[in-house]
């Protein structure tokens, strides 16, 4: 699936930079700076919080998403959802497997369930096969006591391949 290539906020930094040099604006191109730098600084600030929540890795085509433990909180699922899905739109770098690692994971909740079954559905759009690893018996003795519905455990069992 080809998805156009847009300029990432970087190289409209860049791109505006470069007008505002062209045009002699010192001004335009101090503020253009203190922007890029205080964009730089957010990003940094959200790296550090994803990192406190998830972990992601990309290794030979497989993207893997490791929640950190014990629990899999709402914030950390939303995290999850909102950089598997711009991962899934942005056509650099390709991934055909999408790997969720569990084994740091103690304790889930139906949003986290929830969770795993949307990315599931929206990276089949995509073609991008879904893995789930490192399930501990008791989660998954947890996930098989909730009171979900069958829509829901049925999801959980395909996440699981099960």
């Known amino acids: 699936m080809n998805h156009p290539t847009m300029p990432t906020p970087p190289e409209q930094l860049l791109e505006e930079l470069f007008r505002r040099l062209d045009a002699g604006d010192e001004a335009g191109i101090i503020g253009v700076l203190r922007e890029g730098r205080a964009r730089l600084r957010t990003e940094e600030r959200q790296r550090d919080q994803r990192a406190q929540t998830v972990r992601f890795h990309f290794e030979n085509g497989a993207l893997t998403v490791r929640p950190v433990g014990p629990r899999l909180t709402d914030r950390a699922a939303l995290i999850i959802r909102t950089e598997v899905n ?18 740091d994971v103690t304790t889930l909740n139906a949003a986290a369930l929830t969770l795993f079954a949307d ?8 073609g991008v096969r879904t893995v789930g690893t490192g399930v501990a018996p008791e989660v998954e003795k947890q996930l098989r ?18």
């Open 86 to 103: 711009q991962r899934l739109l942005d056509p650099r770098p390709v991934f055909h497997t999408l790997s969720v690692d569990f084994r």
């Open 119 to 126: 990315l599931r559905r929206n990276a089949t759009v995509f």
């Open 145 to 162: 006591r909730f009171r979900l519905g069958q829509g829901r455990r049925r999801a959980w069992s395909r996440l699981l391949g099960s």
